[in-house]
């Protein structure tokens, strides 16, 4: 895996991470992880070879310092979860915790929170009053979102009524969903608060979107592991490592405030 040594660009301003102190331990292999550009999280350079961001940098470090090395490859979330329950990959990030997923996979501890919010163009969130998510129904707005994403059970429940499916665009391209959004192609844009945020000022559009005071979903997300690949000595160094990042003054920099893991 190569990886950049600069500082990811995002509207917070942190250090550069340092290099985790080595700590006792190991996995039993290298570590497949399979992802693609989701900033600020993961950011692939097809043309140098290279990944960055938060999450890449954080876990990268800290799980490499336990004797537990990643090589990135890059994979649609989609594909990434078909090819882990197959045992093809052994980790994915990001990760919201379901039954179904529990079944193939192994779950870390939490390790940072997510949110998932509601995009409207800037002016227009304040005409749709959502009292829940099924308003978006009765108001036929066309929503943009991801594929293989879990945006909470109000949008899971939701996703199986014909009415709300035929205006929903699926699509990979976070970008690309935005983009929808400010050229009038879609109403909603569904997606992680500070994905959203980063991706509209790489577009240059902070301006000409805002946020619905209506949160979708607020939950903390974790790494998932292949049963078929991925032991259960591996996730105890795995979590270890995860530990150590939580507490660290980086983590503190980037997201706030230390995650309180039960």
């Known amino acids: 895996m190569k990886r950049s040594h600069t500082c990811f660009g995002f509207i917070l301003v942190f250090s550069c991470l340092a290099t985790a102190g080595s700590l006792a331990g190991g996995c039993s292999k290298t570590l497949v992880w399979g992802w ?25 470090e800290h799980l490499s310092a336990v004797g537990c090395p990643v090589k990135l490859i890059e994979r649609p979330s989609k594909r990434a979860l078909k090819e882990l329950k197959l045992g093809r990959i052994d980790m994915v990030a990001a990760a919201s915790f379901t039954d179904e ?10 390790y940072r929170p997510e949110k998932i919010v509601l995009f409207f163009r800037r002016g227009e969130a304040r005409r749709y009053p959502l009292s829940n998510f099924s308003d978006v129904i009765t108001n036929k ?26 205006n929903l665009i699926l699509t990979n391209d976070v970008g690309n969903r935005f983009r929808m959004l400010i050229r009038e192609r879609t ?5 992680d608060l500070f994905s ?3 991706n509209l000022r790489k577009q240059n559009a902070l301006g000409r979107a805002e946020v619905h005071n209506y949160a979708l979903y607020s939950d903390n997300v974790h790494l998932l592991f292949s049963r078929k690949t991925v032991t259960e000595n591996d996730i105890i160094q795995i979590n270890k490592a995860l530990m150590t990042m939580i507490k660290s003054p980086t983590y503190r920099r980037v997201f706030g405030t230390e995650l309180a893991v039960k």
């Open 36 to 60: 693609h550009t989701y900033l600020p999280y993961a950011s692939y350079n097809q043309k140098i070879g290279q990944w960055s961001g938060l999450d890449v940098d954080l876990i990268s």
């Open 101 to 110: 997923r529990n079944q193939y996979g192994r779950f870390s501890i939490a």
């Open 141 to 166: 707005l066309k929503i943009a979102t991801g594929l293989g994403g879990w945006y909470g059970e109000e949008y899971g429940k939701l996703k199986k009524v014909p009415k709300f499916r035929k």
């Open 187 to 191: 109403d909603v844009v569904i997606e």
């Open 196 to 198: 959203g945020i980063e």
